[in-house]
């Protein structure tokens, strides 16, 4: 609960900066625990969430770093920390729409058309101003499921 105000300081700030939609405090308050976030010294820089949207589908929004933090990996493990939740809990596939679509294709995201997202436009991105002439890309990553991630060999990777 105590982090709620930095993440809406943060998701205002992108907002302002029109890279990503502002999120009032009960919209925080209602989303909190799909909420992750970065501390440097006690104090949150960062924050992402993992958002259901439908069986097996799974979005990350929210992924906001302070500025003087950017470059130093904390988005790269905020996602992937979404990510690990996402197999842990059976999601099979994580999309992101975002207009830095370079920093999820390094995580191994791909780009895909909205139509493959039906259930997010119409929840969602109806509700938007920019809709529908909204200028993110959309970029999606499949999973294996948990029991299979455990069955593989281990990788090096993003």
Do not use: N
Not at 10 to 31: A, C, I, Q, W
Not at 135 to 157: F, Q, T, V, W
């Amino acid at each position: 609960m105590s982090d709620v105000e930095a993440i809406h300081a943060l998701v205002t700030e992108f907002g302002k900066r029109e890279l990503m939609l502002p999120r009032s405090r009960s919209e925080l308050y209602d989303s909190l625990r799909d909420f992750v976030v970065a501390e440097v010294r006690g104090r949150v820089v960062g924050c992402a969430a993992l958002s259901i949207v439908w069986e097996g589908l799974a979005e990350i929004q929210s992924l906001a770093v302070e500025r003087r933090h950017q470059k130093r990996g904390i988005g790269r493990r905020l996602v992937r920390a979404c990510l690990l939740e996402a197999r842990r809990i059976g999601v099979t596939r994580v999309f992101a729409l975002t207009l830095v679509p370079t920093f999820f294709e390094h995580l191994g995201f791909g780009r895909v058309g909205r139509e493959e997202l039906p259930h997010k436009i119409w929840s969602d991105c109806v509700k938007c101003a920019k809709f529908p002439d909204c200028d993110e890309l959309a970029l999606a990553i499949e999973l294996a499921p948990a029991s299979a991630a455990k069955r593989a060999p281990a990788r090096r990777g993003a």
